[in-house]
């Protein structure tokens, strides 16, 4: 095939029909067949000259140009594509390194292969293209409703036409017994818009809890104004979800909004997410409160929040108990996502014979370490008190009370507990010397003889061991893996010190052994402060 002046003007029409087809610009197609006839050149002329292709965008006419470029002449490498400035000469007037030297070379004739290769090149271009171009329309449209037409279906994957783009709806983003024929109309969530090698670049989801909250807010015109928020979102797909929502109008009804007259906006989504039941629910700024709504349609007795472990311990009747759990434990499930707290629920009874074990535990101690009777160490239990440290230091108007219990018996209590703590002390340093402890972690200001025979165990010995600790490896905390949080315990967990005193203690260590400048910390303080206070005003305004 030879690009004579017969058919120059047909790859102007062509580039510009398959740019019509594609619907993408008609300057990347004649782009690319100047790259594909540069290609078919360079194997007609060599593959080590760089040949390149110009075509005229109003006559059609594809110039044929070699490209030599001046370099130094150590650095000469490839002669085809390069010369020295002496060579140059022949050619230029008053040659420079790197200056480029431009000939006009006959147009090739292209075989079948060539041809062939040419056109390659221009599909793989022109899909490029339109692949971009399907990239920047979609990109600003993640977290959007979509709908679209079903094309086909792919190993489970449900390929779906969205107008100037196909998307794919995984397998695993469709609701469980949901099946789609070509030609179905289809709505979808779009999770996500990235650039791939290949295949589609966007990606549905109708599984998400987004979705669900998108499909609210095109129902409810009070949550599209910005009247009515939807904070929280939690789904078992196809089955159940769990919506909790606010409104910033006293006047209007958060639930009521969302349900509608007869019920009417909530049934529109419930059709859309084929029957999947809602329970929509008043959001609390209490995390209590918020949850004893969550686990509706059960009733809570009590609740117990441990802030730093993200746990909370529901306590229901024993009647309730199969209700708050729900079906396969699909209640609970929900309730935690929606609070994003790990929930433990237990019945009146548990609860009740947890703490009568707790009361045993407790008193049990108080008799072996203080040598009191069971009466006695029972009547501690009840007024409060948990451990020895309590005891010992406690204001002895606290110990005095107690029925029974006068100065002297409260200052016999006091010293007991203390002679046993001190005694307990002494044998854990003791134990930590054996462990090879060294003095400058002993007299490290904050760390009790327990402590630190704790430390000595996982083999931190010296004040350097314990400046490269981190302080969840001390203080522990919580790693979500696989969806699931996991619990990392500390080394000095036992000895309840927060994760802001690992990471002080630590700090100060790292300023003893010259680590760190005390200057840094106090500048990344102020800096902290600031950006506190900048963040207060804006909360103002």
Same mark, same amino acid.
């Given at each position: 095939m030879a690009i004579t002046s017969a058919n120059q003007l047909e790859l102007l029409q062509t580039a510009e029909a398959v740019a019509r087809e594609k619907m993408i610009d008609p300057a990347l197609v004649v782009e690319a067949m100047e790259d594909s006839l540069a290609r078919a050149a360079k194997s007609r002329y060599g593959s080590e000259m760089d040949i390149r292709v110009k075509i005229d965008r109003?006559?059609?006419?594809?110039?044929f140009t070699r490209v030599r470029t001046v370099v130094p002449e150590d650095e000469l490498e490839n002669y085809q594509a390069e010369m020295t400035v002496e060579e140059a000469r022949q050619y230029m007037d008053d040659p420079k390194v790197g200056d480029v030297y431009e000939e006009e070379v006959p147009p090739v004739e292209l075989g079948r292969?060539?041809?062939?290769s040419a056109k390659q090149v221009i599909l793989q271009r022109v899909r490029e293209a339109?692949?971009?171009?399907?990239?920047?329309?979609?990109? #600003?449209? =993640?977290?959007?409703?979509i709908n679209g037409i079903v094309k086909r279906e792919e190993y489970g994957n449900i390929v779906v036409d969205v107008g100037r783009g196909e998307a794919?709806?995984?397998?695993?983003?469709?609701?469980?017994?949901?099946?789609?024929?070509?030609?179905?109309?289809?709505?979808c969530y779009i999770k996500d818009v990235r650039r791939e090698t290949r295949g589609p670049q966007i990606f549905l989801s109708r599984t998400a809890p987004e979705f669900m909250a998108e499909l609210f807010k095109m129902e409810v015109p009070e949550i599209y104004d910005g009247i009515i928020e939807i904070k929280a979102v939690a789904r078992d797909p196809g089955s159940r979800a769990k919506i909790g929502v606010i409104s910033y109008d006293s006047s209007i009804d958060p639930v009521g909004a969302c349900v509608g007259m007869r019920g009417s906006r909530v049934q529109a989504v419930v059709n859309e997410l084929q029957g999947e039941k809602i329970d929509i629910i008043p959001w609390n700024e209490d995390q209590a409160t918020f949850l004893v709504n969550a686990l509706q349609p059960a009733e809570v007795s009590k609740v117990v929040i441990d802030e730093d472990a993200q746990r909370i311990e529901v306590v229901v009747p024993d009647e309730q108990l199969s209700l708050a759990i729900g079906r396969r434990g699909q209640n609970v499930r929900l309730a935690s996502q929606l609070t994003g707290l790990d929930i433990d629920i237990m019945t009146e009874e548990e609860e009740s014979q947890r703490r009568q074990k707790e009361f045993e535990e407790r008193t049990q101690l108080f008799m072996d370490t203080l040598d009191l009777d069971e009466f006695f160490a029972q009547l501690l239990v009840s007024e409060g008190f948990t451990n020895l440290e309590e005891v010992a230091y =406690?204001?002895? #108007?606290?110990?005095? =009370?107690?029925?029974?219990?006068?100065?002297?018996?409260?200052?016999?209590l006091q010293t007991r507990a203390r002679?046993?703590?001190?005694?307990?002390?002494?044998?854990?340093?003791?134990?930590a010397r054996?462990?090879? =402890?060294?003095?400058?972690?002993? #007299?490290?200001?904050?760390?009790?003889p327990q402590m630190i025979e704790a430390l000595a165990k996982d083999g931190i010995k010296t004040l350097e061991d314990f400046a490269?600790?981190?302080?969840?490896e001390l203080a522990g905390g919580w790693t979500t893996v696989d969806g699931q949080r996991v619990k990392d315990d500390g080394i000095l967990e036992p000895f309840d010190v927060s994760l802001e005193e690992a990471q002080n203690m630590v700090m100060t260590a790292r300023v003893m052994l010259g680590w760190v400048d005390p200057e840094d910390l106090v500048s990344s303080e102020e800096d902290e402060g600031e950006e506190g206070d900048e963040a207060a005003e804006e909360e103002r305004a």
């Amino acid at each position: 095939m030879a690009i004579t002046s017969a058919n120059q003007l047909e790859l102007l029409q062509t580039a510009e029909a398959v740019a019509r087809e594609k619907m993408i610009d008609p300057a990347l197609v004649v782009e690319a067949m100047e790259d594909s006839l540069a290609r078919a050149a360079k194997s007609r002329y060599g593959s080590e000259m760089d040949i390149r292709v110009k075509i005229d965008r109003k006559t059609g006419r594809a110039t044929f140009t070699r490209v030599r470029t001046v370099v130094p002449e150590d650095e000469l490498e490839n002669y085809q594509a390069e010369m020295t400035v002496e060579e140059a000469r022949q050619y230029m007037d008053d040659p420079k390194v790197g200056d480029v030297y431009e000939e006009e070379v006959p147009p090739v004739e292209l075989g079948r292969i060539a041809a062939q290769s040419a056109k390659q090149v221009i599909l793989q271009r022109v899909r490029e293209a339109e692949r971009e171009r399907q990239y920047e329309e979609f990109k #600003d449209r =993640v977290g959007t409703i979509i709908n679209g037409i079903v094309k086909r279906e792919e190993y489970g994957n449900i390929v779906v036409d969205v107008g100037r783009g196909e998307a794919i709806l995984r397998r695993n983003e469709k609701i469980g017994r949901e099946s789609y024929r070509p030609g179905d109309r289809i709505r979808c969530y779009i999770k996500d818009v990235r650039r791939e090698t290949r295949g589609p670049q966007i990606f549905l989801s109708r599984t998400a809890p987004e979705f669900m909250a998108e499909l609210f807010k095109m129902e409810v015109p009070e949550i599209y104004d910005g009247i009515i928020e939807i904070k929280a979102v939690a789904r078992d797909p196809g089955s159940r979800a769990k919506i909790g929502v606010i409104s910033y109008d006293s006047s209007i009804d958060p639930v009521g909004a969302c349900v509608g007259m007869r019920g009417s906006r909530v049934q529109a989504v419930v059709n859309e997410l084929q029957g999947e039941k809602i329970d929509i629910i008043p959001w609390n700024e209490d995390q209590a409160t918020f949850l004893v709504n969550a686990l509706q349609p059960a009733e809570v007795s009590k609740v117990v929040i441990d802030e730093d472990a993200q746990r909370i311990e529901v306590v229901v009747p024993d009647e309730q108990l199969s209700l708050a759990i729900g079906r396969r434990g699909q209640n609970v499930r929900l309730a935690s996502q929606l609070t994003g707290l790990d929930i433990d629920i237990m019945t009146e009874e548990e609860e009740s014979q947890r703490r009568q074990k707790e009361f045993e535990e407790r008193t049990q101690l108080f008799m072996d370490t203080l040598d009191l009777d069971e009466f006695f160490a029972q009547l501690l239990v009840s007024e409060g008190f948990t451990n020895l440290e309590e005891v010992a230091y =406690v204001e002895m #108007d606290e110990l005095l =009370v107690i029925d029974g219990v006068d100065e002297e018996t409260a200052t016999e209590l006091q010293t007991r507990a203390r002679e046993y703590l001190d005694e307990q002390a002494r044998q854990a340093l003791e134990h930590a010397r054996e462990l090879g =402890v060294e003095q400058s972690l002993i #007299d490290f200001e904050g760390l009790t003889p327990q402590m630190i025979e704790a430390l000595a165990k996982d083999g931190i010995k010296t004040l350097e061991d314990f400046a490269t600790c981190a302080d969840w490896e001390l203080a522990g905390g919580w790693t979500t893996v696989d969806g699931q949080r996991v619990k990392d315990d500390g080394i000095l967990e036992p000895f309840d010190v927060s994760l802001e005193e690992a990471q002080n203690m630590v700090m100060t260590a790292r300023v003893m052994l010259g680590w760190v400048d005390p200057e840094d910390l106090v500048s990344s303080e102020e800096d902290e402060g600031e950006e506190g206070d900048e963040a207060a005003e804006e909360e103002r305004a």
